[in-house]
């Protein structure tokens, strides 16, 4: 409950405006509770983060792994889930790892490399579903488009993702998208993706039920 609770505020409000309080508030646990759960601020944040790092890793996996989808299809499919878990919160809540390096100054010490070594797994994520589309014949040239496709990918999704925020709404997400497929269809040499959502929603394996969140708290 504690770490449901706390992923939440920080998607939302981010590590310096979140106080133990809110959390505390937010659950109806005790001050004495949380302190013989987590030492501290920090070291609650820090599991925060692991926590929202596994769950949307498998999220990522459950779309970019998808082995009869074309891989800038599976790419936008994850994209059309994250709009519509956007919007879902009224643009409200956007990434936690994109809301927290917007504050990389006044977090502590212990957030960055652990922030910046997820950031990277999602890039070798999104590397590695491009790098399928060619099998095992991708030239050191293809190599490369894919890594920098992937590195652009993230540093405009989550712009895209605080504009929209700012905005309440999706147009920032769409704009990006929009842009982002088509110079990576031409860059890779294949045909654009199917606009449309997927006709089946997903919820993704890593998702804790209620009480799986509440033992992770004790």
């Keep these: 409950m504690l770490v449901r609770a706390g992923v939440d505020l920080l998607k939302e409000k ?7 309080d809110d959390v505390l508030h937010a659950t109806g646990i005790s001050k004495g509770s949380f302190y013989y759960c987590f030492s501290s601020k920090e070291d609650f944040g820090q599991v925060l983060i692991e926590d ?5 890793n498998a999220r990522l996996d459950l779309w970019l792994l998808e082995p009869d989808t074309p891989p800038l299809q599976r790419l ?3 994209v059309h889930d994250g709009r519509a878990s956007m919007q879902h919160h ?9 809301n927290l390096g917007q504050e990389i100054d006044m977090l502590p010490d212990s957030f960055h490399g652990l922030l910046l070594t997820i ?9 590695a579903c491009l790098l399928a589309g060619f ?8 190599k490369r488009t894919c890594a920098q496709l992937a590195r652009y990918f993230w540093i405009g999704w989550e712009g895209a993702v605080l504009r929209s925020r700012m905005e309440h709404a999706p147009e920032p997400l769409d704009l990006f998208t929009t842009f ?4 990576a269809a031409t860059s890779l040499g294949v045909r ?9 929603p997903r919820v993704s394996p890593a998702q804790p039920a209620p009480g799986q969140t509440a033992q992770a708290a004790n």
């Design 52 to 56: 929202y790092a596994t769950s949307f």
């Design 135 to 142: 099998g095992t014949r991708a030239t050191a040239a293809q």
């Design 180 to 183: 982002y497929m088509a110079q």
């Design 76 to 78: 936008l499919n994850f």
């Design 14 to 20: 981010g590590f310096s405006a979140t106080c133990v």
């Design 119 to 127: 950031m990277n797994g999602w890039e070798k994520r999104v590397n």
């Design 90 to 98: 009224g643009f409200r809540r956007g990434c936690l790892v994109g």
């Design 192 to 200: 654009p993706p199917a606009c449309q959502p997927p006709a089946t």
